[in-house]
Every structure is written in C-alpha cells, then in structure tokens.
Nanobody, 128 residues
Framework: QVQLVESGGGLVQAGGSLRLSCAASGRTFSRYAMGWFRQTPGKEREFVAAINRSGRSTVYADSVKGRFTISRDNAKNTVYLQMNSLKPEDTAVYYC?????????????????????WGQGTQVTVST
C-alpha cells in the first residue's frame, strides 16, 4: 500500500508556471509506475502524463506535450509535474496516481484503471 499527497496547486495567470509535487509514503517508491491525471466538474478524469519506475520513460497527453514535464526522484519518494505556459483550459483538479508494477520492462501506464492508488487532488486554476 502507498499513500499519496499532492501539493503545489494554486491560482496562476495564463502563460505562468506551477510545479506540482506528489509525495509517497508506504512501500518502496521505486516499485511504482506513476501518473498525473486531471478532472473538471462533470467530466471524466483524463490522462496528463506518466512515468515508469526508473524514470527513463515518459508519456504525455497531446494537450500538454511540450509544456508539461513529469519527473521523479526515487530517493525522495516524490513525483513532479512541471507545468509551463499554462492555459485556462488547464484548470482542473490534478491527481497523482501510483501502480505497483515490478515487471522488468517497466511499463508506462496511461489509463485511469491502470492505477490502484490515488492522492486527494490539488486544484490548479489558470486565469485569463
């Protein structure tokens, strides 16, 4: 079992930047593939970015590619989402997710149902 706590959300003007952090506690962090998702009221939770256990592989949604960067520090049990050039349509609650997967080929996971553990979410609001 792993517990996830997101931080770093807030209000920012369009074009600005924020860095989200997700601190994990519990079992060995390096056993987990990690992802960031976001959700707005009335819509399904959508994929934003994901990273494999070692951090060597990442995948991004087309809507954030070139603007967001996912990274992890296994020594600090933390995954990050650096968000640059923010747009009003990036406004959402952002969730960190974890899934334990020790397979040697270290998959990157893109779907909500791939993940067993979720944080409580952090609000990001981008104003015009």
């Amino acid at each position: 079992q792993v517990q996830l706590v997101e931080s770093g959300g807030g209000l920012v003007q369009a074009g600005g930047s924020l860095r989200l952090s997700c601190a994990a506690s519990g079992r060995t962090f390096s056993r987990y593939a990690m992802g960031w998702f976001r959700q707005t009221p009335g819509k399904e939770r959508e994929f934003v970015a994901a990273i494999n256990r070692s951090g060597r592989s990442t995948v991004y949604a087309d809507s954030v590619k070139g603007r967001f960067t996912i990274s992890r520090d296994n020594a600090k049990n933390t995954v990050y989402l650096q968000m640059n050039s923010l747009k009003p349509e990036d406004t959402a609650v952002y969730y960190c997710a974890a899934d334990e997967d020790t397979r040697s080929w270290e998959p990157v996971k893109l779907r909500v149902y791939d993940y067993d553990f979720w944080g409580q979410g952090t609000q990001v609001t981008v104003s015009t």
